[in-house]
Nanobody, 112 residues
Framework: QVQLVESGGGLVQPGGSLRLSCRASGYIFSDYAVAWYRQAPGKQREWVATVFSGGTTSYADSVKGRFTISRDNAKNTAYLQMNSLKPEDTANYYC??????WGQGTQVTVSS
């Protein structure tokens, strides 16, 4: 069965950086896009970025220029490099594949 495990979250000061990882199993990783979403307390889950099977990427306007999504097919892992973090980036971050499968999430808190 498809499993997604996120890691790399934590507490960081404004302007800092974090790299999130999403390790996948149970399907042919290289065949599918991987997306990152986030959900802040009291808000709806929102799309952050997608890396397609061929490596093409797409970003929400709110993170464009600050976040970079990538994938390593040999490791069945997708990454989200987050730079110049802002307090409004505080959320639980989830990865998603096939529009169906979700990981358990990893918490990112940006605060001084």
């Amino acid at each position: 069965q498809v499993q997604l495990v996120e890691s790399g979250g934590g507490l960081v000061q404004p302007g800092g950086s974090l790299r999130l990882s999403c390790r996948a199993s149970g399907y042919i990783f290289s065949d599918y896009a991987v997306a990152w979403y986030r959900q802040a307390p009291g808000k709806q889950r929102e799309w952050v970025a997608t890396v397609f099977s061929g490596g093409t990427t797409s970003y929400a306007d709110s993170v464009k220029g600050r976040f970079t999504i990538s994938r390593d097919n040999a490791k069945n892992t997708a990454y989200l490099q987050m730079n110049s973090l802002k307090p409004e980036d505080t959320a639980n971050y989830y990865c998603n594949v096939m529009g169906t499968y979700w990981g358990q999430g990893t918490q990112v808190t940006v605060s001084s």
